[in-house]
Structure formats: structure tokens, C-alpha cells
């Protein structure tokens, strides 16, 4: 019977430390663009808090493929979506799991 409930307590330490992944919003400024095997998109808030993601928004594609943003988007007011996404090396392979900006949408 104890394996069983440490079978049950393991599964639980497994659902528990990666929540489902629910999108959450973040509203601020575009600050910073960057590549190495991924391309990382900051955003800083209100506050001054730096948000780091993997940028995978439909505008990151044409970014991505040249490893730059162009620089009339630094500074620009946005909102981002944000989900969990995949940081990979550059063999493709998963290395670890972070937040990643899905959708940016302008704000005036």
C-alpha cells in the first residue's frame, strides 16, 4: 500500500509544479530584443519590472528570422500575452520550459 501512496504523491508533486498553462496578460513597454538559439523579447511595466519571454508573436517571425527587431518598435506600448513555451538548443532539442509572448498588441 505505501508504494501506491507514494506513486499518488509523486503524481501530485508532478501536476502541481507545472500549472496548466493559462495565458495572463502584461501591459508595458517593449525594452529589449535579443537571439542566441531562442530570440527574447523584454517588456518593462509601470513599475520598471523587467517581464523576459521567448517572443513567438506572429510579429516575432519576421524578427526571428533576422535576429533583430527593428528599432522603431523599442519603446513602443504594448500588451503581451503570455503562456509557457519551449527554450531550445540549437539542436532543436528542449532545454527548459519559460514564459513566452504569444500575441502583442499595440496600445496608444
Known sequence: MKPIIIALSIGLLAA???PANKPRTIEGRI???SCGDNCYLTITDSKGAKHTGLCEAPQCNA???RARM???Q???RVT???RRGAQRNDAGEIMDHMDAFTRIEYSK
Do not use: I, L
Request: charged share 20%; proline share 6%.
Open 80 to 82: 503581451v500575452t503570455v
Open 31 to 33: 525594452t529589449d530584443y
Open 63 to 65: 524578427w526571428n528570422d
Open 74 to 76: 523599442k519603446g513602443k
Open 70 to 72: 527593428p528599432s522603431n
Open 16 to 18: 502541481t509544479a507545472y
